[in-house]
């Protein structure tokens, strides 16, 4: 993997980073560990990556929703 690859790999955690609350941050790190570790079989990371960014949304929505 590339290092654009890897950054898109990481975003769920990035976005998980900005959230009120720490609860999301593991699972989006765990879910951007196992996009990496899978970048050789896609549509596994597609799946890995879509749960990531699922889980940063609803806690970046809280955040904002909160405010």
Do not use: N
Not at 14 to 32: D, E, Y
């Amino acid at each position: 993997m590339d290092v654009l690859q890897i950054s898109i790999a990481t975003m769920p955690f990035l976005l998980a980073l900005m959230s009120r609350t720490g609860k999301a941050i593991a699972p989006c790190l765990l879910t951007s560990i196992i996009t990496v570790v899978l970048g050789d079989e896609p549509h596994r990371a597609v799946m890995a990556w879509c749960v990531g960014v699922l889980i940063a949304a609803v806690a970046l929505r809280e955040r904002l929703r909160a405010s």
